[in-house]
């Protein structure tokens, strides 16, 4: 079955430090994954992606996101945290064999502290 | 382009009503979502459309349950009978064609008493 795990319910850290939030993945073919950010009493915005190429890709706020497809991984990271990055964040892959679907992980609340 | 756009953005009925909610998708995009949003849930896709043709509709729970794409630029979830644990945010999502990012609405938080 094509599935999203985020393994943490939440993630804490100090302004300034580096941040990662974990993202693994299982589905048929080659995925296209995301990463999505939610503010509270919004919708979810668009981070990055991966498509293809260079298995580092970067995104807004200053985010990055690895792709490996040995360990089926996607991790979102950033060298140094903000106390406004706290919010809650997805990870998804969209899903296209057999069928199409854009399927998100359960989140993970980061929460920054100063 | 303002985005996808969803009405109304609060919903508050009775259940046994009958709940309509909309979404207008960014225009020129051929793939439109409707996800629903809970705590003990997380993220579920309810339904999926490609140039206004449902395509997965597998994650709709219940027959009470039913959405429609009249056209490119409309589309509508239906809730009827309404019961109290239908209560979520209902979110509508929209992408172009090729495997792109979908853009969310600001959602709907439809509320069942």
């Known amino acids: 079955a094509q599935s999203v795990a985020q393994p943490e319910d939440q993630v804490n850290v100090a302004e300034g430090n580096p941040l990662t939030v974990k993202c693994t993945y299982s589905v048929s073919g080659n995925p296209y994954l995301f990463w999505y950010v939610q503010y509270p009493n919004r919708g979810l915005q668009f981070l990055l992606k991966y498509i293809t190429g260079d298995n580092l890709v970067k995104g807004s706020y200053g985010f990055e996101a690895e792709f490996n497809k040995s360990q089926t991984s996607f991790h979102l990271k950033k060298p140094s945290a903000l106390v406004s990055d706290s919010a809650l964040y997805f990870c998804a892959v969209r899903v296209f064999y057999n069928t199409d679907k854009l399927i998100f992980g359960t989140g993970t609340r980061l929460q920054v502290f100063p | 382009d303002a985005g996808v756009i969803q009405s109304p953005r609060h919903e508050v009925t009775e259940m046994g009503q009958e709940v309509t909610l909309r979404c207008k998708p960014i225009s020129g995009h051929n793939s439109l979502f409707w996800y629903r949003q809970t705590m003990m849930r997380g993220l579920e896709l309810l339904i999926y459309f490609n140039n206004n043709v449902p395509i997965d509709d597998s994650g709709m729970p219940e027959d009470r349950f039913s959405a429609k794409m009249p056209n490119a630029s409309f589309s509508t979830l239906k809730i009827q009978p309404s019961e109290p644990r239908d209560s979520a945010v209902y979110f509508c999502?929209?992408?172009?064609?090729?495997?792109?990012?979908?853009?969310f609405g600001q959602g709907t938080r439809l509320t069942v008493v």
């Open positions: 999502a929209s992408s172009s064609a090729g495997g792109t990012e979908a853009f």
